[in-house]
């Protein structure tokens, strides 16, 4: 359900006439805002904050200034999902966005950047609320933004900011009950999607959306190498993102996925490492969730590298790491433990080794782990 709700992004500004798409926020004030989102996807959130406030104290009764201000707030929590502190501060400056969008369309009920930012805003919302399990909230906020987003694709339907939001639903609405079938009953209420329409939109957004560029490039990554399972379609969007933004965790750990599934080792191991030192360097959003999944990758370079004591160090620490993480075995954890009885059997030590395949057969089934362990109990690993 959480990825139904609509993702809609940023403004594009244009003239304001018959055929007007947007509200003009003129030349000072575009470029305070492009200034600003840059330091948000570059983990800058104060400077980010300071160029936010700029623009609303430019343009107080216009919503760019007052959403892109909320998406740092977002950020924040995207960033660190276990962290609450930046809720409240994030719902108050949603509302903040919907009373002027609704001030707005009390004067002009069809003005299409007071729908096109308040849709934005409950959509945001609704994936808050979705992150924090409430689904009822979810689904109403995603319900009635999806209503905004399609009155803005009649009035705008070649812009290429909304095309994230178009995108992003035709994507989803057709994948998820292909994954999920019991979305199935849910999705009969609902406009029926189209994954190859859904993506072409993503990718127009990701080449010449203004603002919406980089959301689309996440969710792209995010279709192609969870859904689609095609991690190289996924490696050209986590790549221009995590270069075009260096310190930014959700894009140093999406391209570090892709090399740990397309290589060459020595590049996924230095990504990684590279992680694990701004986690130890307290960089903003390096969590201790990116630590413990820079330690079992780093592990599993060096155990392809034929180093076994090294690698067991890191999924040691890694294992150590999940017993503070997890409040039931994670998949970290399931995974960790499968990787030290290999390491155990490569080395001799069966007993040991069949010890740590029947805990994996103790917890829950990731991704073929019980099939795994259960064959090396026959046969050991070599």
């Not at 570059?42 to 959403?67: C, L, Q, W």
């Not at 009635?144 to 339907?157: F, N, R, S, T, Y």
């Not at 279709?223 to 959700?250: G, I, Q, S, V, W």
């Not at 829950?364 to 090396?376: C, F, L, P, Q, T």
């Given at each position: 359900?959480?990825?139904?709700?609509?993702?809609?992004?940023?403004?594009?500004?244009?003239?304001?006439?018959?055929?007007?798409?947007?509200?003009?926020?003129?030349?000072?004030?575009?470029?305070?805002?492009?200034?600003?989102?840059?330091?948000?996807?570059?983990?800058?959130?104060?400077?980010?904050?300071?160029?936010?406030?700029?623009?609303?104290?430019?343009?107080?009764?216009?919503?760019?200034?007052?959403?892109?201000?909320?998406?740092?707030?977002?950020?924040?929590?995207?960033?660190?999902?276990?962290?609450?502190?930046?809720?409240?501060?994030?719902?108050?400056?949603?509302?903040?966005?919907?009373?002027?969008?609704?001030?707005?369309?009390?004067?002009?009920?069809?003005?299409?950047?007071?729908?096109?930012?308040?849709?934005?805003?409950?959509?945001?919302?609704?994936?808050?609320?979705?992150?924090?399990?409430?689904?009822?909230?979810?689904?109403?906020?995603?319900?009635?933004?999806?209503?905004?987003?399609?009155?803005?694709?009649?009035?705008?339907?070649?812009?290429?900011?909304?095309?994230?939001?178009?995108?992003?639903y035709n994507y989803y609405a057709a994948a998820l009950p292909e994954k999920y079938p019991a979305l199935k009953t849910?999705?009969?209420?609902?406009?029926?999607?189209?994954?190859?329409?859904?993506?072409?939109?993503?990718?127009?957004?990701?080449?010449?959306?203004?603002?919406?560029?980089?959301?689309?490039?996440?969710?792209?990554?995010?279709?192609?190498?969870?859904?689609?399972?095609?991690?190289?379609?996924?490696?050209?969007?986590?790549?221009?993102?995590?270069?075009?933004?260096?310190?930014?965790?959700?894009?140093?750990?999406?391209?570090?996925?892709?090399?740990?599934?397309?290589?060459?080792?020595?590049?996924?191991?230095?990504?990684?490492?590279?992680?694990?030192?701004?986690?130890?360097?307290?960089?903003?959003?390096?969590?201790?969730?990116?630590?413990?999944?820079?330690?079992?990758?780093?592990?599993v370079a060096r155990m392809m590298s034929h180093d076994p004591e090294m690698a067991l160090k890191y999924f040691y620490?890694?294992?150590?790491?999940?017993?503070?993480?997890?409040?039931?075995?994670?998949?970290?954890?399931?995974?960790?433990?499968?990787?030290?009885?290999?390491?155990?059997?490569?080395?001799?030590?069966?007993?040991?080794?069949?010890?740590?395949?029947?805990?994996?057969?103790?917890?829950?089934?990731?991704?073929?782990?019980?099939?795994?362990?259960?064959?090396?109990?026959?046969?050991?690993?070599?």
């Amino acid at each position: 359900m959480k990825h139904v709700l609509i993702l809609i992004a940023f403004l594009t500004t244009g003239s304001f006439g018959a055929n007007a798409q947007w509200v003009l926020i003129k030349a000072d004030g575009d470029t305070i805002l492009q200034r600003g989102i840059n330091h948000i996807y570059n983990v800058e959130f104060e400077a980010a904050h300071n160029d936010f406030r700029k623009v609303i104290s430019m343009y107080p009764t216009h919503p760019a200034g007052y959403f892109l201000d909320a998406m740092v707030e977002w950020w924040r929590i995207y960033l660190d999902r276990r962290n609450k502190s930046a809720d409240e501060q994030f719902l108050k400056k949603i509302d903040k966005v919907l009373l002027v969008c609704d001030q707005m369309l009390d004067s002009t009920p069809h003005n299409i950047t007071a729908l096109f930012f308040k849709g934005g805003a409950l959509g945001f919302r609704g994936r808050y609320h979705a992150m924090r399990e409430n689904m009822f909230s979810a689904a109403d906020d995603g319900r009635v933004a999806l209503d905004i987003l399609q009155e803005c694709q009649k009035i705008a339907p070649g812009n290429h900011d909304i095309m994230l939001g178009t995108g992003l639903y035709n994507y989803y609405a057709a994948a998820l009950p292909e994954k999920y079938p019991a979305l199935k009953t849910v999705m009969v209420f609902l406009p029926r999607g189209d994954k190859v329409i859904g993506l072409a939109q993503l990718k127009a957004a990701a080449r010449q959306a203004k603002y919406a560029a980089n959301e689309a490039k996440v969710v792209l990554i995010q279709a192609y190498f969870d859904f689609e399972k095609n991690p190289l379609e996924a490696m050209e969007f986590a790549r221009d993102l995590h270069r075009t933004y260096p310190m930014n965790p959700a894009f140093q750990r999406a391209y570090g996925r892709c090399l740990v599934s397309l290589g060459p080792l020595d590049s996924m191991e230095l990504c990684w490492r590279d992680l694990l030192v701004r986690y130890m360097d307290k960089k903003t959003g390096y969590d201790k969730l990116a630590a413990r999944e820079a330690l079992y990758y780093i592990g599993v370079a060096r155990m392809m590298s034929h180093d076994p004591e090294m690698a067991l160090k890191y999924f040691y620490k890694c294992d150590e790491a999940c017993r503070v993480l997890d409040e039931d075995p994670s998949g970290f954890m399931v995974k960790t433990n499968l990787k030290i009885g290999q390491i155990y059997d490569q080395q001799g030590k069966r007993d040991l080794a069949m010890k740590q395949y029947r805990k994996v057969l103790d917890w829950d089934d990731v991704g073929g782990s019980h099939a795994e362990a259960e064959r090396y109990m026959q046969s050991a690993f070599r």
